[in-house]
């Protein structure tokens, strides 16, 4: 009896030391239930799954026995902890395996009594094991699940670019992934093993900023961190990085223990940002600012000088005859002057000043913290416009060709209190003065020219309609010979302004060049001139007489203007030897080539042509004997100082003397003293034209002037 009783003891614990033998539930199942099967006589052993209703032979021996009938009678019984039954004339014994389902013993007679309590400790080692098996599959099936993730984030990120860190805060170390050597040029372990490291390729500039993102996300006990940075490659150059960070484990304390995240490279982003933005905010030739970022920049400063108390002031500059370089030089030429003049003004401003282009040949200058007092800021506003003045008036070499460039200043102070509009405004007013006043020149703004700019345009409203109200006459000033004679009148334009009264000519006339009225009030002119000169045809008195008429600039180069003249000549019928049309000498610089052929054109009507203020503008000689003259004039800033002026003697001198080589009349005109007359006229000088002999007379006192002149004439 005690043999049998060692037998079964040594029988079960062969059968226990099998099961849990693996961690695979399969193998498990087939290292323990042959033993089964063989130890405890069995025709069948099964290991059953039941979930809720439904019971399920999960594996079992023999494999071809047919489960159907005891698993039907299985379904139909209600089962304790171990139970045992009949079934088709064989002992089915059952003991449930917890959370799982059933060992099945299918025996052709009753276990004994004595092996059931061992048998279900078994069972309960089994449902044991089953469990771990379980575990372990899960386990498994999540380490797979996870090497499959971590392996499709690594090719997403190497395939984006971004390299992955880990941080352990505990320890300060950090690891990097491979690719963030190829990002940032470094060996392994030579710029990110711990913070300090990291830190010491960070840029400067950026360092601040970085450190706070990081104090900011510690101190708020964020999850999240997200910041952009330069950092120094290994080559020495500046990258910027994108670096995002999450929490993966906190401390006992809720103090963060580990972070992980990316370093993603910018670099291009950046740079494409910064094209935008230098596209948006500054001009793409000199890279100054462009008006948009310097109308933000303006509106800082005004409100800087509010808080200070310091002055500021505007600077608006423009470059003198500019257009006249594009035109005859190219627009090659142009830029490079552009360019040139922009790297100038950056070398005589202070550092933090700025400097803009507004367009054209338009800059502008905004100077900060110039004094508490307007005075003050005056004095050094006016010494840096010198020092601008002296910069831009300096020879340029632009490719091979030595250019000397004028320009103009208009000047601006602010306080505080004024808009950006206002300033615009003043500062450009400021200009418009100092380009009609004296060019190479700065104006400062001030209330009276607010005044003039108001006048002005009023003035320019008026203008307007000038010719359909009549309001234009012609005044003719005498044109007198050597020997005393009348040889001729000079056309001059007078405005009958029904509240001003007569309105001065340098007044009006530049007004009527900048709004283009010139060109129809020109017109107009050329056609009273011309019927005067017909109407004077009848009177032998009048009949030799020439009018003079001033054309414009923006008159004389328009395109048609050639046929204008020859248009009005036929349609008045007045004699084109009598009509002398006056240039000026600035007009001849534009377009040399185009004004000769315009003139040529004309000069075949037999129109003569006089070259107004001759020694004031600019006159090359090499061209002045291609234009088709009849007569020049002196100026009258050459005649007043006469005589006694060796300056003016001497210009004089040399162009009574030049008109005589060119064999040209020669006039001047301003002439109001006989000493005037007399030394002129020992030069060599044909005719005079002056307050000496009359001013300029409505057509009715110069009728009278005429009949007195006449019975003077006779008299002699």
């Avoid at 069948?44 to 209703?53: F, K």
């Avoid at 021996?61 to 171990?82: G, I, K, M, T, Y």
């Avoid at 030429?333 to 401003?349: E, F, K, M, T």
């Avoid at 007045?574 to 040399?592: C, G, I, Q």
Wanted: hydrophobic letters at 40%.
């Amino acid at each position: 009896m005690e043999d049998h009783k060692l037998y079964q003891r040594e029988m079960l614990l062969e059968i226990a030391m099998s099961v849990g033998a693996s961690l695979d539930l399969e193998d498990m199942l087939k290292a323990c239930i042959p033993g089964i099967l063989k130890r405890l006589l069995c025709t069948t052993a099964w290991v059953v799954e039941i979930d809720g209703a439904r019971i399920a032979p999960v594996y079992g021996l023999p494999r071809n026995a047919d489960a159907s009938p005891v698993l039907d009678f299985l379904n139909q019984c209600e089962w304790d902890r171990a139970a045992v039954a009949e079934c088709c004339h064989r002992w089915v014994h059952l003991w449930r395996l917890p959370d799982y389902g059933a060992l099945v013993l299918v025996r052709n007679a009753p276990l004994p009594d004595t092996l059931r309590h061992e048998i279900g400790l078994i069972a309960n080692k089994l449902a044991a094991a089953i469990h771990a098996c379980r575990q372990y599959a899960h386990i498994s099936k999540l380490k797979q699940e996870l090497a499959e993730s971590e392996q499709r984030w690594s090719f997403a990120l190497e395939g984006g670019g971004d390299t992955v860190w880990d941080w352990n805060l505990e320890t300060d170390r950090v690891l990097l992934s491979k690719g963030h050597d190829a990002m940032l040029g470094y060996r392994a372990n030579e710029d990110g093993t711990d913070m300090p490291l990291w830190l010491s390729i960070v840029h400067d500039e950026d360092k601040s900023s970085f450190l706070e993102t990081l104090r900011a996300f510690f101190r708020e006990g964020a999850e999240k961190i997200s910041v952009e940075y330069r950092v120094r490659t290994k080559s020495g150059a500046w990258k910027w990085l994108h670096t995002r960070g999450m929490v993966v484990r906190r401390d006992a304390a809720g103090r963060v223990a580990q972070m992980i995240g990316t370093h993603t490279d910018i670099n291009a982003r950046k740079k494409s940002e910064a094209e935008v933005h230098r596209l948006a905010f500054y001009d793409p030739l000199t890279n100054l600012a462009n008006r948009r970022l310097l109308q933000g920049r303006l509106a800082a400063a005004i409100a800087a000088a509010a808080h200070s108390g310091l002055y500021g002031a505007l600077f608006f500059i423009d470059l003198d005859d500019f257009k006249a370089l594009n035109d005859t030089r190219g627009h090659d030429i142009g830029d490079r002057l552009l360019v040139a003049v922009a790297q100038r003004l950056r070398d005589a401003v202070r550092e933090h000043d700025i400097v803009a282009r507004q367009g054209g040949d338009e800059f502008v200058i905004v100077m900060e913290a110039l004094g508490k007092t307007g005075s003050e800021a005056a004095a050094q506003a006016t010494q840096l416009g010198d020092t601008v003045i002296a910069a831009l008036t300096r020879p340029f070499n632009l490719n091979g060709f030595e250019y000397h460039g004028k320009i103009s200043i208009g000047v601006d102070l602010f306080h505080g209190r004024e808009s950006v509009e206002l300033l615009y405004k003043h500062a450009d007013l400021a200009l418009y003065q100092a380009k009609h006043s004296a060019r190479g020149k700065l104006r400062f703004f001030n209330p009276a020219m607010q005044d003039a700019l108001d006048r002005r345009s009023a003035l320019g409203n008026a203008l307007h309609k000038v010719i359909e109200r009549q309001e234009l006459s012609l005044h003719y000033q005498p044109q007198i010979s050597g020997a005393g004679q009348l040889t001729g009148v000079e056309a001059l334009l007078r405005w009958h302004h029904p509240q001003r009264g007569l309105v001065p000519p340098d007044e009006f006339i530049p007004l009527a060049e900048d709004t283009g009225l010139i060109q129809p009030i020109g017109r107009w002119v050329l056609e009273m001139a011309c019927a005067q000169i017909k109407q004077w045809e009848c009177d032998p008195l009048t009949n030799p007489l020439t009018i003079a008429v001033n054309v414009s600039a923006r008159q004389f180069h328009q395109p048609d203007f050639a046929e204008q003249v020859q248009r009005v000549l036929k349609v008045s019928g007045a004699n084109p030897e009598r009509l002398k049309l006056e240039l000026t000498e600035s007009m001849m610089s534009e377009d040399v080539q185009d004004t000769i052929a315009k003139m040529q054109a004309i000069k075949k009507l037999k129109v003569l042509f006089s070259l107004d203020d001759f020694g004031t503008g600019y006159s090359s000689l090499s061209y002045l004997t291609q234009l088709p003259l009849d007569e020049i004039k002196i100026d009258t800033a050459f005649v007043r100082n006469l005589p006694g002026s060796i300056h003016d003697e001497t210009i004089a001198r040399a162009i009574v003397t030049m008109g005589l080589g060119l064999n040209l009349n020669v006039i001047a005109e301003g002439v109001e003293t006989e000493a005037q007359r007399a030394y002129l006229q020992t030069l060599g000088c044909h005719e005079y034209q002056g307050y000496l002999f009359s001013h300029p007379l409505t057509i009715e006192a110069f009728e009278k002037y005429l009949g007195q002149f006449q019975l003077r004439e006779a008299a002699l």
